[in-house]
């Protein structure tokens, strides 16, 4: 008798811890359907704003993209904290773009822009003090060059349009270090 009473409690602790097992799974299981349904409504097709920002470790913003005067510009920023490249839209001028690049110590900088307005494309590149050193203008006639010293005076333009002879375009390519002394 003392065994069939133990047997039976037996039986009934092991149907329990059944029906406790069972029972977890499925909470179990509703609530990871339950979590996988939330996070897949949580993940937007889209995500809107005037302005987004990327930020380094420290909280510095390091690139923006964002409207300036209506337009779309992304921004890239430097170690130093200055704005290194830019590639956007012409706001004055509608259908044209811009890519603007500059060095870390801002000592030199190359600027490409193509404007639908003027109908031409022009690359830029320039030294110290934002002085243009080079500037190439592609309009619809034919194409224009126009070199400038570091004092910003015109030393060289292709086509001629001054009294000033045009140099050869080998006296603007690096020489060997040899002949630089």
Same mark, same amino acid.
């Given at each position: 008798? @003392? $065994?069939l009473a133990l047997e039976q409690r037996l039986a009934r602790l092991e149907s329990n811890e059944r029906r406790w097992k069972a029972a977890l799974l499925a909470s179990l299981a509703i609530w990871g359907l339950s979590c996988a349904r939330a996070h897949a409504e949580a993940q937007p097709d889209e995500c809107r704003s005037g302005r987004f920002v990327l930020v380094d470790s420290a909280g510095a913003e390091r690139a923006m993209l964002e409207l300036d005067k !209506?337009? *779309?510009v992304l921004r890239l920023v430097g170690s130093n904290r200055l704005v290194q490249v830019q590639l956007g839209v012409i706001a004055d001028h509608e259908g044209s773009a811009s890519l603007y690049m500059q060095s870390a110590d801002q000592s030199s900088f190359v600027a490409l822009a193509a404007t639908s307005t003027r109908g031409c494309s022009g690359? #830029?590149? !320039? !030294?110290?003090?934002k002085r243009i050193r080079l500037n190439t203008n592609l309009p619809k006639s034919e194409p224009e060059m126009t070199f400038r010293n570091e004092q910003?005076?015109?030393? !060289? #333009?292709? *086509? @001629?349009?001054h009294s000033q002879t045009m140099r050869?375009? $080998?006296e603007f390519k690096p020489r060997p270090l040899d002949d630089a002394r």
């Open positions: 008798m @003392h $065994d !209506g337009q *779309p690359l #830029e590149m !320039g !030294g110290a003090l910003n005076q015109v030393t !060289g #333009e292709f *086509p @001629h349009r050869s375009l $080998d």
